[in-house]
C-alpha cells in the first residue's frame, strides 16, 4: 500500500524522477487513487503530458475507468489535449468506453469547442462519429445546442460534416441539427448543413 500511496503523490507532484524509481521498483503503473483514478487519469488531469508518456512507456491502460466513468481518452479528449488524445490512440484507446453521460470522447470536445481535437477524432479510423449519448445528442448536435454560433464552432460542424457524420440524425424531440442552428439565428452553421 505504502508504494501505492508513493507513485500517487509522485504523479500528483509531476515528480518524474521518482516516478521512474518507483517504477523500476515495481510499482503498479495502473495503480488508483481512493476515487479509482489512475496514475495516467491524474498526469491527463493535471495536464501533465511528459508524466503521461513516461506512465504509456511503462505500459499504463489508457482506457481504465474511475468512479465516475473518467479515463485517461476520455478526459483528454473533454479538455482538448490534442497530443495525449494522439498519445492514447496510438496506444490502444478504445471508442466502445463511455464517460457518464455514456458519450465519446469526440462529444465533449464538440461542445467545447476544441477544434484540434475534433479533427483528429472525427477522421480517426471506426470512431463513431454518430454516436448517441444519454441526452440523445450527437456530437453534432453538442456543438449546435451547446455552443455559440462562433467561429470555432463553425469550424467544428464543417469538420463533422466533412468527416461523414450524419446530418439528420435528430435529438430525443425530433429536431435536426440544422432545426437548432436556425432556431438559435446560427445563419452559417445553419449553412453548413444546408449544403
Known sequence: MHKQQNIIEAVKKNDMEAVKK????????NTRDKSGRSLLLIATIQQQAEMAK???????DVNLQADNLDSPF?????????????LFLANGARFDRFNRYNGTALIPAC???HVETVTILANTKGFPIDHV??????????????G???ESYRQIVQILKDAGANLTIA???GVTPLQHARSRGFKEIAEILER
Request: charged share 20%; aromatic share 4%; no cysteine.
Open 54 to 60: 513516461l506512465l504509456v512507456t511503462h505500459g499504463a
Open 22 to 29: 518507483l517504477l523500476s521498483g515495481g510499482a503498479d503503473v
Open 133 to 146: 449519448n444519454r441526452l440523445g445528442w450527437t456530437a453534432l448536435l453538442e456543438a449546435v445546442i451547446l
Open 111 to 113: 461542445e467545447r469547442g
Open 74 to 86: 476520455l478526459y483528454a479528449g473533454a479538455s482538448g489535449q490534442t497530443a495525449l488524445v494522439k
Open 171 to 173: 435529438d430525443k424531440d
Open 148 to 150: 455559440n454560433g462562433s
